[in-house]
C-alpha cells in the first residue's frame, strides 16, 4: 500500500469513524462482557440516583409533595449525569480526536448489555438442562423480581423468556436508539433513566408517588424503541425459520395486553414465534398477581425456548447495530 493510500483510508476513517461506533461497542461487549465492578458506571448512576432520593423523599410528605419531589429528583438526576458525562467527553477532546473516540465507544458499550442477556440465559438453560432446579431458581431471582422459590422447569423458563425478550428494549435497542438521536449523552442519559425507572418505578407505597415521573420518563424513552423491537424480532424470526408470520399476528393482538405500554411489543412477536404462551401466575414478595396472557400455547414450554430466544434477541441486535450503522452513515454524507 502506498503512502498515498495510506492517507486516503486515515482520511475516510477520520470523517466516517463515528459511524464504527456501534459496531465496536457491540464487539466490545461481546468481547468483555458487561464489567463487574463497584466503578462501573451504571453503579455510579445508582449511587447518584439514591443521594437524590435521600435529599427529596420524605415519608411524612403528602402524595401531591411526594409527585412533585420526585419529578424535581429526576431532574437533578439527568443533570448530573449529563454534566459529569459532558466533562469526561470535553476532558477526552482537550486530549486529542482519538482519544474522544475511543471515550465515545466505551461509553456505548457500558449501556449495551446483549451478552450479559445471553449468558445469564445460557446459564440457565445449562442449569435446567442437569437438572439443577434449585440453583437455576437462584440464579433466575438475580435476574427477575418475582418469587422464584417454587417455580417449576416451565416457569424458569418462562420467567427468562420474558427476561430476555423484554430487556432486548432497554438493553439494547434503546441505548442504540438514543445513541443515533442525541450521540453519547443521549445513550447515558437513557441508561440513567432507565436505572431510576429500575429503582424507583415501583407501584409500592413508597414511589407509587415519588417514582412515578421516573417510570413515565423510562416509558416515553422506550416508546419508540420497543416499537422498533418489534420489527426486529419479526425479521429475526424469519431469518431464523421461526415463524414470523404467528409472530406478528399475536403482537397485533396481545401487545397491548401487557401492564407496560412497550414490554408487550418485545414479549408477545418471541411468544408468537416460538409457538409458547407468555404472561400467567407470578408472586411478588409473597403476592400472587396475574399478567394478561400472550401468545397461544402451541408448544409445550422447555428450556430450548431460552436458547431460541437468545438466538432471536443476538439476530435483533445485530439488525439494530446494522440500522444504527446505516443511519449514521447517511446522516454523515
Request: proline content about 4%.
Amino acid at each position: 500500500m502506498t503512502l498515498m493510500n495510506i492517507h486516503t483510508v486515515l482520511d475516510w476513517f477520520t470523517t466516517y469513524s463515528y459511524v464504527c461506533i456501534p459496531l465496536l461497542a457491540f464487539l466490545l461487549d461481546i468481547a468483555l462482557g458487561d464489567p463487574k465492578s463497584k466503578f462501573h458506571p451504571v453503579v455510579l448512576m445508582g449511587r447518584i440516583i439514591s443521594f437524590f432520593e435521600a435529599v427529596f423523599y420524605k415519608e411524612t410528605d403528602n402524595d401531591t409533595k411526594k409527585l412533585w419531589y420526585g419529578g424535581i429528583a429526576v431532574g437533578f438526576i439527568l443533570l448530573t449525569t449529563y454534566i459529569i458525562t459532558s466533562l469526561i467527553l470535553w476532558f477526552a477532546a482537550f486530549i486529542n480526536e482519538w482519544v474522544l473516540y475511543i471515550v465515545e465507544i466505551l461509553i456505548l458499550y457500558i449501556t449495551i448489555s446483549p451478552r450479559s442477556l445471553g449468558g445469564a440465559g445460557f446459564e440457565l438453560n445449562r442449569l435446567l438442562k442437569q437438572g439443577s432446579l434449585k440453583e437455576a431458581r437462584e440464579k433466575l431471582s438475580w435476574i427477575v423480581g418475582r418469587d422464584t422459590e417454587d417455580l417449576d422447569e416451565s416457569e424458569i423458563t418462562r420467567a427468562t423468556v420474558e427476561t430476555i425478550s423484554e430487556n432486548t428494549i432497554d438493553g439494547v435497542v434503546a441505548p442504540l436508539f438514543w445513541f443515533v438521536i442525541a450521540g453519547p449523552i443521549g445513550a447515558v442519559l437513557y441508561r440513567a433513566a432507565n436505572t431510576m425507572d429500575s429503582m424507583m418505578g415501583y407501584k409500592n407505597e413508597k414511589y407509587l408517588f415519588f417514582g412515578r415521573v421516573a417510570a413515565k420518563l423510562d416509558d416515553w424513552l422506550n416508546w419508540i424503541p420497543a416499537r422498533i423491537t418489534f420489527i426486529l424480532f419479526l425479521i429475526a424470526a424469519f431469518i431464523l425459520r421461526f415463524d414470523a408470520k404467528q409472530a406478528f399476528h399475536i403482537t397485533i393482538r396481545d401487545a397491548k395486553k401487557h401492564p407496560s405500554p412497550n414490554s408487550g411489543y418485545a414479549e408477545a412477536p418471541v411468544a408468537g414465534a416460538l409457538h409458547i404462551r407468555l404472561g400467567g401466575f407470578n408472586r411478588y414478595f409473597n403476592k400472587e398477581t396475574f399478567r394478561p396472557y400472550m401468545g397461544d400455547p402451541l408448544e409445550e414450554m422447555n428450556r430450548l425456548h431460552i436458547t431460541r430466544t437468545i438466538y432471536m434477541m443476538y439476530c435483533a441486535t445485530v439488525l439494530m447495530i446494522i440500522l444504527s450503522t446505516l443511519t449514521i452513515y447517511g446522516v454523515t454524507i
